[in-house]
Protein backbone atom coordinates (compact mmCIF):
# COMPACT_ATOMS: atom_id res chain seq x y z
CA UNK A 1 0.00 0.00 0.00
CA UNK A 2 2.72 2.47 1.02
CA UNK A 3 4.54 2.09 -2.29
CA UNK A 4 1.54 2.15 -4.07
CA UNK A 5 0.88 5.78 -2.65
CA UNK A 6 3.99 6.90 -2.58
CA UNK A 7 4.33 5.96 -6.85
CA UNK A 8 0.64 8.04 -6.82
CA UNK A 9 2.19 10.96 -4.68
CA UNK A 10 5.23 11.19 -6.99
CA UNK A 11 2.78 10.91 -10.14
CA UNK A 12 0.50 13.63 -8.36
CA UNK A 13 3.63 15.77 -7.74
CA UNK A 14 5.13 15.32 -11.04
CA UNK A 15 1.55 16.47 -13.34
CA UNK A 16 1.51 19.51 -10.62
CA UNK A 17 5.28 20.56 -11.82
CA UNK A 18 4.31 19.80 -15.49
CA UNK A 19 0.91 21.87 -15.00
CA UNK A 20 2.97 24.97 -13.80
CA UNK A 21 5.63 24.71 -16.06
CA UNK A 22 3.28 24.77 -18.67
CA UNK A 23 1.13 27.53 -17.21
CA UNK A 24 3.85 29.38 -17.32
CA UNK A 25 5.24 28.68 -20.78
CA UNK A 26 2.14 29.58 -22.03
CA UNK A 27 1.88 32.75 -20.22
CA UNK A 28 5.14 33.79 -21.18
CA UNK A 29 4.22 32.77 -24.88
CA UNK A 30 0.72 35.45 -24.35
CA UNK A 31 2.95 38.14 -23.02
CA UNK A 32 5.49 38.19 -26.04
CA UNK A 33 2.46 38.07 -28.66
CA UNK A 34 0.82 40.47 -26.90
CA UNK A 35 3.98 42.84 -26.36
CA UNK A 36 4.73 42.67 -29.94
CA UNK A 37 0.92 42.89 -30.79
CA UNK A 38 0.86 45.97 -28.34
CA UNK A 39 4.18 47.57 -30.78
CA UNK A 40 1.98 48.53 -33.42
CA UNK A 41 -1.01 50.84 -34.79
CA UNK A 42 -3.79 47.92 -34.22
CA UNK A 43 -4.52 45.48 -35.31
CA UNK A 44 -1.13 45.12 -37.22
CA UNK A 45 2.02 43.86 -35.49
CA UNK A 46 4.04 45.64 -38.09
CA UNK A 47 4.72 49.38 -37.21
CA UNK A 48 5.35 52.15 -39.01
CA UNK A 49 8.48 54.49 -39.16
CA UNK A 50 5.66 57.53 -38.17
CA UNK A 51 4.96 59.11 -34.52
CA UNK A 52 1.93 60.89 -33.00
CA UNK A 53 1.76 64.81 -34.42
CA UNK A 54 3.56 67.03 -31.45
CA UNK A 55 1.76 67.65 -28.24
CA UNK A 56 -1.19 65.03 -29.32
CA UNK A 57 -1.81 61.82 -27.39
CA UNK A 58 -4.27 58.51 -27.98
CA UNK A 59 -6.18 55.61 -26.58
CA UNK A 60 -6.14 52.39 -28.24
CA UNK A 61 -8.27 49.96 -27.05
CA UNK A 62 -8.85 46.36 -27.82
CA UNK A 63 -9.90 42.71 -27.80
CA UNK A 64 -7.81 39.87 -28.97
CA UNK A 65 -9.82 35.99 -29.47
CA UNK A 66 -7.36 33.79 -30.18
CA UNK A 67 -7.57 29.87 -30.24
CA UNK A 68 -6.09 29.53 -26.82
CA UNK A 69 -7.75 32.18 -24.99
CA UNK A 70 -8.78 36.11 -24.90
CA UNK A 71 -6.92 39.06 -24.21
CA UNK A 72 -7.90 42.63 -23.64
CA UNK A 73 -5.88 45.93 -24.08
CA UNK A 74 -5.90 49.48 -23.16
CA UNK A 75 -2.93 51.47 -24.48
CA UNK A 76 -2.27 55.32 -24.23
CA UNK A 77 0.07 57.11 -25.80
CA UNK A 78 1.40 60.76 -26.41
CA UNK A 79 4.12 62.59 -28.11
CA UNK A 80 5.04 65.53 -25.93
CA UNK A 81 8.36 66.38 -27.48
CA UNK A 82 7.64 66.54 -30.66
CA UNK A 83 9.97 63.55 -32.05
CA UNK A 84 9.43 60.88 -29.22
CA UNK A 85 6.28 58.59 -29.02
CA UNK A 86 5.29 56.93 -25.34
CA UNK A 87 3.16 54.40 -25.01
CA UNK A 88 1.99 52.60 -21.58
CA UNK A 89 -0.28 49.59 -21.89
CA UNK A 90 -2.03 47.25 -19.94
CA UNK A 91 -3.52 43.83 -20.48
CA UNK A 92 -5.95 41.14 -19.16
CA UNK A 93 -4.79 37.99 -20.87
CA UNK A 94 -7.62 34.97 -20.33
CA UNK A 95 -6.13 31.91 -21.45
CA UNK A 96 -8.44 28.75 -21.78
CA UNK A 97 -5.72 26.37 -19.76
CA UNK A 98 -4.61 28.29 -16.75
CA UNK A 99 -5.06 31.66 -14.47
CA UNK A 100 -6.19 34.84 -15.95
CA UNK A 101 -3.13 37.58 -16.00
CA UNK A 102 -2.39 41.13 -16.20
CA UNK A 103 0.48 42.10 -18.58
CA UNK A 104 2.00 45.47 -18.68
CA UNK A 105 4.02 47.08 -21.42
CA UNK A 106 6.32 50.05 -22.49
CA UNK A 107 7.33 51.63 -25.82
CA UNK A 108 9.09 53.97 -26.98
CA UNK A 109 9.38 54.70 -30.59
CA UNK A 110 11.21 57.65 -32.66
CA UNK A 111 11.53 59.27 -36.46
CA UNK A 112 15.25 59.45 -37.53
CA UNK A 113 14.62 60.77 -41.24
CA UNK A 114 12.60 61.16 -43.73
CA UNK A 115 13.57 61.21 -47.69
CA UNK A 116 12.56 61.92 -50.93
CA UNK A 117 10.24 64.70 -50.18
CA UNK A 118 8.87 61.93 -47.22
CA UNK A 119 7.80 59.24 -49.95
CA UNK A 120 10.50 57.34 -47.03
CA UNK A 121 10.85 57.20 -43.60
CA UNK A 122 13.18 55.23 -41.37
CA UNK A 123 13.16 54.96 -37.11
CA UNK A 124 13.27 53.00 -34.23
CA UNK A 125 10.94 51.52 -31.32
CA UNK A 126 12.00 49.66 -28.59
CA UNK A 127 10.06 47.86 -25.76
CA UNK A 128 9.79 46.04 -22.63
CA UNK A 129 6.96 44.03 -21.27
CA UNK A 130 5.69 42.29 -17.94
CA UNK A 131 3.41 39.61 -17.45
CA UNK A 132 2.71 39.72 -13.52
CA UNK A 133 2.34 36.05 -13.03
CA UNK A 134 4.84 34.56 -14.80
CA UNK A 135 8.56 34.29 -13.21
CA UNK A 136 10.42 36.97 -14.44
CA UNK A 137 14.33 35.97 -13.05
CA UNK A 138 16.20 38.68 -11.44
CA UNK A 139 14.89 41.38 -14.32
CA UNK A 140 11.54 43.36 -13.79
CA UNK A 141 10.58 42.40 -17.49
CA UNK A 142 10.53 38.83 -19.25
CA UNK A 143 10.32 40.90 -23.13
CA UNK A 144 12.41 42.99 -24.59
CA UNK A 145 12.29 43.85 -27.99
CA UNK A 146 13.77 46.51 -30.59
CA UNK A 147 12.87 47.25 -33.90
CA UNK A 148 14.13 49.21 -37.07
CA UNK A 149 11.76 50.48 -38.80
CA UNK A 150 10.54 51.42 -42.37
CA UNK A 151 8.02 53.22 -44.36
CA UNK A 152 7.44 54.16 -48.25
CA UNK A 153 4.37 55.95 -49.17
CA UNK A 154 4.45 55.89 -52.82
CA UNK A 155 1.19 56.66 -53.02
CA UNK A 156 -1.22 58.99 -51.04
CA UNK A 157 -3.71 55.81 -50.96
CA UNK A 158 -1.09 53.22 -50.17
CA UNK A 159 1.42 52.51 -47.59
CA UNK A 160 4.23 49.97 -47.10
CA UNK A 161 5.91 49.00 -43.87
CA UNK A 162 8.85 46.91 -43.27
CA UNK A 163 10.34 45.94 -39.62
CA UNK A 164 13.17 44.05 -38.50
CA UNK A 165 14.72 43.39 -34.86
CA UNK A 166 15.20 41.59 -32.13
CA UNK A 167 13.61 40.43 -28.90
CA UNK A 168 14.48 38.04 -25.71
CA UNK A 169 12.21 36.48 -23.70
CA UNK A 170 12.86 34.65 -19.99
CA UNK A 171 13.44 31.42 -20.23
CA UNK A 172 13.13 31.44 -24.10
CA UNK A 173 16.23 33.39 -25.00
CA UNK A 174 17.00 36.03 -28.18
CA UNK A 175 14.71 35.74 -31.39
CA UNK A 176 14.64 37.44 -35.16
CA UNK A 177 11.60 39.67 -35.03
CA UNK A 178 10.06 41.19 -38.53
CA UNK A 179 6.99 41.94 -40.26
CA UNK A 180 6.00 44.06 -43.46
CA UNK A 181 2.60 44.90 -44.28
CA UNK A 182 0.61 46.92 -47.01
CA UNK A 183 -1.61 49.56 -46.19
CA UNK A 184 -4.32 50.60 -48.73
CA UNK A 185 -7.08 53.36 -48.86
CA UNK A 186 -9.90 51.89 -51.21
CA UNK A 187 -11.87 54.81 -50.38
CA UNK A 188 -11.16 58.02 -47.61
CA UNK A 189 -12.29 56.50 -44.96
CA UNK A 190 -11.90 52.93 -45.61
CA UNK A 191 -8.48 50.99 -45.19
CA UNK A 192 -7.72 47.19 -46.32
CA UNK A 193 -4.59 45.83 -44.09
CA UNK A 194 -2.39 42.73 -45.16
CA UNK A 195 1.10 41.99 -43.39
CA UNK A 196 3.26 38.55 -42.70
CA UNK A 197 5.28 38.89 -39.55
CA UNK A 198 7.37 37.21 -36.96
CA UNK A 199 6.65 37.24 -33.26
CA UNK A 200 8.06 35.21 -31.41
CA UNK A 201 10.15 31.88 -31.69
CA UNK A 202 8.50 29.48 -35.01
CA UNK A 203 6.79 30.12 -38.09
CA UNK A 204 5.88 33.03 -38.99
CA UNK A 205 1.67 34.36 -39.40
CA UNK A 206 -0.33 36.18 -41.73
CA UNK A 207 -2.87 38.75 -40.66
CA UNK A 208 -5.78 40.60 -42.64
CA UNK A 209 -7.90 42.99 -42.13
CA UNK A 210 -9.67 46.45 -42.53
CA UNK A 211 -9.68 49.91 -40.80
CA UNK A 212 -12.69 52.20 -40.96
CA UNK A 213 -12.06 56.48 -39.95
CA UNK A 214 -15.21 57.59 -38.25
CA UNK A 215 -13.95 60.92 -37.64
CA UNK A 216 -10.86 62.19 -39.74
CA UNK A 217 -7.72 62.54 -37.18
CA UNK A 218 -9.94 62.00 -34.08
CA UNK A 219 -12.00 58.21 -33.99
CA UNK A 220 -11.41 54.80 -36.21
CA UNK A 221 -12.10 51.14 -35.95
CA UNK A 222 -10.60 48.17 -37.06
CA UNK A 223 -11.02 43.98 -36.93
CA UNK A 224 -8.95 41.83 -38.63
CA UNK A 225 -8.10 37.98 -38.73
CA UNK A 226 -4.72 36.52 -38.24
CA UNK A 227 -2.95 32.79 -38.26
CA UNK A 228 0.10 31.07 -38.45
CA UNK A 229 1.41 30.34 -42.28
CA UNK A 230 1.91 26.55 -42.10
CA UNK A 231 -1.13 25.89 -39.55
CA UNK A 232 -5.03 26.09 -39.12
CA UNK A 233 -5.30 26.04 -35.53
CA UNK A 234 -3.84 29.13 -34.10
CA UNK A 235 -6.37 31.44 -35.84
CA UNK A 236 -7.14 35.17 -34.08
CA UNK A 237 -9.72 38.06 -34.31
CA UNK A 238 -9.03 41.52 -33.54
CA UNK A 239 -11.67 43.98 -33.02
CA UNK A 240 -10.98 47.52 -31.55
CA UNK A 241 -11.08 51.43 -31.59
CA UNK A 242 -8.67 54.57 -31.21
CA UNK A 243 -9.26 57.64 -30.33
CA UNK A 244 -6.86 60.55 -31.20
CA UNK A 245 -6.93 64.39 -28.96
CA UNK A 246 -5.95 67.79 -30.53
CA UNK A 247 -3.22 69.39 -29.75
CA UNK A 248 -2.73 68.98 -25.86
CA UNK A 249 -0.29 71.79 -25.10
CA UNK A 250 0.70 74.96 -26.11
Known amino acids: MYGGESARSFALNSLRRRLIANRSAHLLTMSVVAISSAEAAQPLVTDDAAVLAPKTCQLEAWARSAHDGREYWAQPACNLTGNVELTIGAGRARPDVAEASTILQLQAKTVLSRLADREWSFGMLAA ?5 AAPHG ?5 VYAAKALASWYPRSDLEVDVNLGAANAYSAGTFVV ?8 VISNLQLLAEVFRDQPGPGKYQVGAR ?15 NRL ?21
Request: charged share 15%; proline share 4%; glycine share 6%.
Open 178 to 185: AGADIQYA
Open 212 to 226: YIIVPNCVEAYASYA
Open 230 to 250: NKSSERSVVIGIRVQTAAILP
Open 138 to 142: SSAFQ
Open 128 to 132: AGRDI
